[in-house]
């Protein structure tokens, strides 16, 4: 059977399926939750950089991703360390920066999104850290019965009667 012929049967489905058009985050500032902070190469030139993703969490665009590539050179390092300054990761040493990066997951940051003009007449984004919002990592709520509660007054079990569950 050919792949035309396995393609018809799905012909009115394919017709009837919505295209959702894909629309950048608009000039402005955001609060934002980093997803992931991660070190790897350039596609075309193979320069190190460290690629951010973003995700809104509050406001009008809450849950749209967002990124920003920051690349690892010599003419640029004023702007890697500013991001990474700005982000509340204040290196010593930038060969230390893969085994601190993990640090920097659900932080959460202000970010400034501006479109500039170039010389040439193109247009370009530019994604700006701003500032650490919160450092607290976004956690799992812990087992209010688990030793290890916060709420525990002394990290031994919460004494609960069966007089005191609702149901």
Do not use: C
């Not at 601190?100 to 940051?109: A, C, G, K, N, Q």
């Not at 479109?115 to 700006?128: A, C, D, I, L, P």
């Amino acid at each position: 059977m050919s792949w035309a012929n396995i393609l018809k049967q799905y012909e009115q489905e394919f017709k009837e399926a919505e295209v959702n058009s894909y629309t950048e985050l608009p000039d402005g500032k955001y609060t934002v939750k980093v997803e992931t902070a991660r070190l790897k190469e350039s596609k075309n030139q193979g320069i190190p950089m460290l690629a951010w993703e973003f995700v809104v969490v509050d406001g009008e665009y809450e849950g749209r991703h967002e990124w920003k590539y920051s690349l690892i050179m010599p003419e640029r390092m004023q702007w890697l360390k500013q991001d990474l300054f700005s982000a509340g990761l204040e290196l010593e040493e930038l060969h230390r920066l893969e085994e601190e990066l993990p640090s920097l997951l659900d932080r959460l940051l202000e970010i400034k999104i501006e479109t500039k003009m170039s010389k040439n007449g193109k247009e370009y984004r530019n994604v700006y850290i701003q500032k650490v919002v919160d450092r607290t990592p976004s956690q799992k709520p812990e087992n209010p019965f688990s030793p290890n509660n916060p709420f525990a007054d002394d990290g031994k079990p919460i004494n609960i009667s069966d007089d005191d569950l609702p149901f």
